[in-house]
């Protein structure tokens, strides 16, 4: 780098001699031995067809050089940046250059693709955010989400690994020294920052759409925290994106649940063909959208395979909608003359069916029967439907709400509930009600303490059956997804012009005849051992003395490389407790290990990060332990106060 830092990189080259396109993946994820596994499906394919691959570590993590403070600090946008060129002047490229990655590495390779240097050809994106505040794992519509809580304690444990002495030579003990004296608890920033100001905008590629000057395929999954991105990017840039949308979650779609699954490498390499290997100077002849619309599938914590199908759009038109007016108990087709008001529950058990946020990777999470939840929410409820209703794009509800102090929360769900009385959740969001509709700045409040609430769902691709009801389900908590309000509030909605509007797909939207790749089976034999101690552990959250529990623990995961004499282990778990009423309302507690073995040594890194509720904000806790063959390398720990403000301004927060 140009302040001398060295990135550490792996570099796969195509037999061929000479010059050819190069592919980047920019990420923090220990290319040595954490993700090695992964980064073998995809980089030995794009090079077996001609392309020189690199996976880069980013400054501060893996066998690279540096410090890394935060998430999308400065010098990790700079650096990505002098890499790019670093690569397009090698004798070994032919000047062009392609950008990937999946999650934090989408993203990267987004940002990078603003004001993109000219050797940047084009770029894919997959279960990428370009939106840090509102669809990134910290936070939900200005409401703290727990994922961020297990995040903050991951991330510093990634961070503190150290580099391998067989590719980094005798200074390796010094370069890691180094990192771990400068070593912090990022959380302590993420939570501080509770508004969608500055710090949230810097790196999200929503807000300079304008500035995008290289094509992007993007890629994402509706049981995926992140896939509004895609629908977003293809509305704002048809000139320049691609979209597929499946049903997985966050991860390559050749490898995610639930499926059906596709070849991510295939779809890619035939991107990278087309924008890499000639002169292509218009986008190629694909759909603007490709969506899985899915279908009701029986609640259940794990699902391999969703009901469904793919569809096609060429452009994302305006959308058509259909209202619904909440009427008593009731959505209707019409408004009701007579309005009514509800007091709005806030049951702290309201969220046991939820899942994950992410379907992150862990095995199971995903939403289970709602109808628990339900019975703890107001529920307005359609007819039985005459016929099916398909739905495509973000559904929006408008409502009046008052509410006796802030900060308070509002979680809305949108469910498919059979005859029965199976309840199969469709969309989620919850809203910060201190804050106005964009998330940045302090809510306006009539003479009567009331506002008009208008509240965005994520993106979905849905099929209600015909003979099902659609169900609107409103709370004021969703322990343990969300950290819950500091005091219990007491709100009510009323109908008066209250109406849920849901987006229709576009007459337009047809059966692609051409259908994606299936996954295939890597070429290449797998040299790598995988295994487990047990599959992950969850208790799930119940009423027991008027408090709410659940944890869950995935016990020891080991990988091994058969080339490498090297192991690289791990394991996580996480307690949640909340108790109505009280000063001291949640607890969170999240605790990983990573060990790694190696001929010269073994290090064991403990992180833990402790979340208490108080009256006036958040006591964080940190701890961060690092020992090298037993010798102790570090022992940090933090204690900070965060205090939350009920009426944050526009500015960075408390």
């Known amino acids: 780098m140009p302040d001398g830092t060295r990135l550490a990189a792996r570099i796969w080259l195509p037999d061929a001699i000479g010059a050819h396109p190069a592919i980047l993946e920019y990420i923090p994820y220990r290319k040595r031995d954490m993700v090695r596994i992964r980064d ?51 004798p070994w490229c032919n000047g062009r250059v392609g950008m990937f990655g999946t999650s934090w590495g989408g ?30 794992i910290h936070w939900m519509g200005g409401c703290l989400l727990t994922d961020s809580i297990e995040w903050g304690a991951t991330l510093p444990a990634i961070l503190a690994a150290p580099p391998d002495s067989a590719t980094v030579g005798e200074g390796w003990m010094a370069q890691w020294k180094a990192r771990l004296d400068a070593l912090n608890f990022p959380f302590e920033i993420w939570a501080r920052h509770r508004t969608r100001g500055a710090y949230w905008r810097r790196g999200s590629v929503r807000f300079e759409t304008d500035r995008l000057n290289c094509p992007i395929l993007t890629v994402g999954g509706w049981s995926d925290r992140y896939a509004n991105s895609v629908m977003r990017l293809v509305r704002a840039r048809p000139d320049l994106c691609k979209g597929i949308v499946g049903p997985w979650g966050h991860h390559y779609p050749d490898q995610g649940e639930p499926g059906p699954g596709i070849s991510f490498q295939d779809v890619a390499l035939e991107w990278w063909d087309h924008w890499l290997k000639s002169d292509a100077q218009s986008m190629p002849n694909w759909p ?48 009701l003359e007579r309005v009514t008001v509800h007091d709005v529950p806030d049951d702290l058990a309201h969220g046991a069916c939820a899942g994950d946020t992410g379907y992150f990777g862990r095995v199971g999470g995903l939403p289970l029967d709602q109808a628990p939840d339900d019975a703890r929410a107001l529920c307005f409820d359609s007819a039985d439907l005459a016929q099916d209703v398909n739905l495509l794009g973000h559904a929006t509800l408008a409502l009046g709400v008052s509410v006796n102090m802030r900060p308070a929360q509002i979680v809305c769900r949108i469910c498919e509930v059979t005859p029965d009385g199976r309840s199969n959740l469709v969309t989620r969001t919850v809203h910060a009600l201190e804050l106005d509709d ?31 009801r659609i169900r609107l389900a409103i ?15 007491r709100f009510q909605v009323d109908t008066s012009r209250a109406v849920l509007s849901l987006p229709k797909p576009p007459a337009t939207t047809y059966s692609p005849s051409d259908p994606l790749p299936e996954p295939r089976k890597s070429p290449l034999p797998e040299t790598y051992g995988l295994r487990t101690s047990g599959d992950l552990q969850r208790s799930p959250s119940e009423d027991a003395s008027g408090a709410a529990c659940s944890t869950w623990r995935q016990p020891k995961v080991v990988m091994s490389f058969g080339e490498l004499p090297l192991e690289f282990s791990y394991t996580t778990s996480a307690e949640f407790n909340a108790k109505g009423n009280a000063p001291a309302r949640a607890e969170a507690l999240v605790q990983h290990d990573i060990e790694v073995l ?23 806790s940190s701890e961060l332990s690092v020992r090298w063959s037993g ?11 965060i205090s939350f403000r009920a009426n944050p301004d526009c500015s960075e927060d408390s």
């Open 475 to 489: 709370s004021a908590s969703y322990w343990p997804l969300v950290w819950p309000a500091a005091s219990p509030a």
């Open 288 to 335: 603007a959208l490709r969506f899985w619309c899915r279908e009701f599938d029986p609640p259940q914590d794990r699902l391999p395979v969703r009901h469904g199908s793919w569809m096609a759009l060429d452009e994302l038109e305006k959308e058509d909608r259909v209202e619904f007016h909440l009427g008593d108990d009731a959505l209707s087709a019409s408004p």
């Open 40 to 90: 073998a499906r995809n980089h030995p394919y794009f090079a077996s067809h001609g392309y020189v691959c690199l996976r880069v570590d980013m400054r501060g993590s893996g066998d690279s050089e540096g410090v890394m403070q935060d998430m999308y600090d400065q010098d990790e946008l700079d650096d990505a940046r002098h890499v790019i060129d670093w690569i397009s002047r090698q």
């Open 631 to 641: 010798e102790v390398m570090l022992e940090k720990t933090s204690a900070i106060r």
């Open 107 to 136: 993203t990267a390779s987004l940002q990078a693709a603003v004001d993109a240097p000219g050797p940047l050809k084009a770029v894919i994106a997959n279960c990428a955010t370009i939106d840090r505040f509102e669809d990134d």
């Open 598 to 620: 190696r001929p010269d040594g073994h290090a064991q890194v403990r992180s833990r990060l402790r979340v208490v509720d108080e009256s006036s904000g958040l006591l964080v």
């Open 438 to 468: 964009e998330l940045e700045g302090p809510r306006a409040l009539g003479d009567d303490g009331r506002s008009v609430c208008r509240i965005t769902f994520p993106t979905m691709a849905y099929r209600f059956a015909a003979g099902n």
